[in-house]
């Protein structure tokens, strides 16, 4: 493994001296040898909600107090609009076209490429990460280089299709001040905090206080909460030998250009984010100079005296901060999740100064020293020639070999959950070119009505749901999701003929799309139709050997059909895949008690036991385990 991450440093190395790209041959003198560095990336938190820089929505007083104390960029930017791809920005100091991870469903940043955490695991540091939420789960590849990795346990369970399982931030910090307090040797920390991501609802008192504001009623809970961590890491001395870096993933739009959320639009309503660097030693002042999350790596390396990777397509900021001007002035920015999930046309873009340039069917130039909200486009005006060839060099110079689409790769836990936040992709069929009528802009009503559809479902206005969707389907055949959500709907219903109907359909019109057949999948096993679930699984498991859900899917519809070793294998495959996976413990438990009932084995009993108490280990109020178990142990 080392060795193949050698490789990818040496070929990149060659790249970038062919492309005449800065290197930093030597590492710098260190400013803060041997400091313990902290990263705190707070998910979906906008710029503008951190009081230091405007007190106009909420304070946060213990985050301003630790930007007071620290070099602030304030006009610092994400690369990418997700919550995966842009964590992997941060953790690997690279562009998505240089890693691959382009979205959050599909996509896992493979082992081959060195993070962050490696680097300074290398250093002999010891390296711990606690993480709020499961699109960052282990699986997903930024566990690499973490002696701890404290994910969000999504080995629970969620109870429908629309619930969100995550940790709220003192069940991410608490655990986090025990693990640094019992380090008795340098140490490199990153805590992830996901409250103020949808839905808004934050804990007393705060939703109260922001009754009418909830988002910044989570902001104002999750500064709360890491004043804790910084009151203790003040006491206890170990501020003073500490680097801490203070991000988001992405901002959130609140009616911005029409958008709500993010992962759709790239506008500074999303791609602006709070970034600070306190350090010992440091002189606290402004920055107003462009940054971005790939230039977080080699800073780290500069502030601790490390050689930095050559290959890193950031670049430390302190030069920056000492008044040099950037090496390399644009900060590029995609979009990608239309892409996968639309077959809309891919977003890219990049800002120079203060000019920003979204490059779409219909062109969109802004700026921001004029025109901070972005709502005079002057892509007329501008020479948009250079500016697409400017792109193309930036495309051509930050291209790696990129990651493969692990199409599903995630547990039928996650995909509830990833449900839950409208994150459902899948490979769009490719076209010549794209034009106006497949530009983000023209289709983004498509995706507002497609919000309100899913609103309703949750609301339970479900032939409501049902038009919209239908509606969307009309226009928009290839967006898979709409099959998808559809089809929950039709069955919320009773309507099961129906349900089955809208996959078969999305399939007739996506023919061989990995999402869609496990959904025939599920779909069929929900019809009892053991046979025909265990075909279009088979597919999957075929197609994509690295999904467990399928696996364990498959294992149960084996089960249903009596080939009772095809099953056990299917489940085995699933947990091997990912070893916190209930739902395939929870199966194999009850492919043993059926074993048991048969055979009256006793080592079938004990198995069943095992099995169960597996999946209780991970979700302990799990129901059909806790009756599983009770059959096993009372049945004679």
């Not at 902290?38 to 909420?58: C, G």
């Not at 304030?74 to 690369?79: F, I, L, V, W």
């Not at 382009?102 to 002999?124: I, Q, R, V």
């Not at 608490?174 to 934050?202: E, G, M």
Request: charged content about 20%; overall charge negative.
């Amino acid at each position: 493994m080392r060795a193949k991450k050698a490789l990818i440093l040496i070929g990149a190395l060659a790249g970038a001296l062919n492309a005449g790209l800065w290197l930093p041959a030597f590492a710098a003198a260190p400013v803060a040898k041997d400091a313990n560095v902290l990263l705190i990336t707070v998910d979906t938190l906008r710029a503008d909600r951190v009081s230091y820089i405007t007190d106009k929505f909420v304070k946060t007083p213990h985050i301003d107090s630790l930007a007071s104390r620290s070099l602030v960029f304030t006009n610092a930017y994400a690369h990418s609009t997700l919550t995966r791809p842009s964590h992997t920005n941060i953790m690997t100091g690279t562009m998505p076209l240089y890693h691959g991870v382009s979205d959050n469903p599909g996509f896992k940043l493979e082992s081959g490429y060195l993070t962050l955490a490696e680097h300074l695991k290398a250093a002999k540091y010891r390296t711990g990460a606690f993480i709020g939420c499961a699109v960052l789960d282990s699986r997903f590849g930024l566990n690499q280089g973490f002696d701890l990795y404290y994910d969000s346990g999504m080995g629970i369970q969620t109870p429908g299709p629309f619930d969100i399982v995550q940790r709220t931030a003192d069940l991410v910090i608490n655990p986090a001040r025990i693990w640094i307090a019992d380090q008795s040797s340098k140490w490199f920390c990153w805590i992830h905090l996901f409250d103020p991501h949808a839905p808004y609802d934050p804990p007393a008192p705060f939703k109260s206080q922001y009754a009418a504001d909830p988002y910044s009623g989570e902001v104002a809970y999750t500064d709360a909460q890491l004043g804790l961590l910084f009151d203790e890491l003040e006491k206890s001395g170990a501020l003073a030998n500490t680097i801490v870096i203070f991000t988001s993933d992405h901002g959130e739009a609140f009616g911005e250009k029409d958008e709500t959320y993010h992962g759709f639009f790239a506008y500074n309503s999303v791609l602006h984010v709070p970034l600070f660097a306190y350090y010992p030693g440091v002189k606290p002042d402004r920055i107003d100079v462009n940054a971005g999350h790939c230039d977080i790596f080699p800073t780290v390396c500069e502030l601790l005296g490390l050689a930095a990777p050559a290959y890193l397509q950031g670049e430390s900021l302190l030069p920056i901060a000492a008044g040099a001007p950037r090496k390399r002035p644009e900060i590029y920015f995609e979009s990608m999740s239309p892409y996968f999930n639309l077959d809309a046309a891919p977003l890219a873009g990049f800002l120079r100064g203060r000019t920003k340039f979204i490059d779409q069917p219909i062109k969109e130039v802004y700026d921001l020293e004029a025109d901070p909200g972005e709502e005079m486009n002057i892509a007329s005006s501008a020479d948009l020639q250079k500016l697409g060839a400017d792109l193309e060099t930036l495309r051509k110079d930050f291209k790696g070999k990129g990651t493969k689409q692990d199409l599903k790769g995630m547990t039928g836990d996650v995909r509830k959950f990833m449900q839950s936040l409208s994150y459902i992709s899948g490979r769009p069929a490719r076209k010549g070119g794209y034009g106006i009528g497949d530009d983000l802009k023209t289709l983004w009503p498509l995706v507002q009505q497609m919000n309100t559809a899913v609103e309703d479902l949750r609301a339970g206005r479900t032939d409501l749901c049902l038009k919209k969707i239908n509606s969307i389907l009309r226009i928009r055949p290839i967006y898979v999701s709409a099959y998808s959500i559809l089809s929950d709907a039709y069955f919320l219903l009773g309507r099961t003929d129906q349900a089955l109907e809208i996959v078969k359909t999305g399939l007739s019109r996506n023919p061989d799309n990995l999402p869609l057949m496990s959904k025939l999948g599920q779909v069929l096993i929900k019809l009892k139709d053991f046979g025909g679930a265990v075909e279009a699984l088979l597919f999957c498991t075929e197609k994509d050997p690295n999904d467990p859900d399928n696996f364990n899917l498959l294992g149960r519809a084996y089960m249903e059909t009596g080939k009772f070793d095809l099953a056990r294998d299917a489940l085995e495959q699933a947990i091997a895949l990912y070893p916190k996976m209930v739902a395939a413990y929870n199966n194999l438990g009850y492919l043993d008690l059926l074993l048991f009932v048969r055979t009256k084995d006793e080592d079938y009993r004990e198995s069943a036991i095992a099995s169960f108490d597996k999946a209780l280990a991970l979700d302990p109020q799990l129901q059909s385990a806790l009756k599983g178990k009770e059959a096993a142990l009372n049945r004679r």
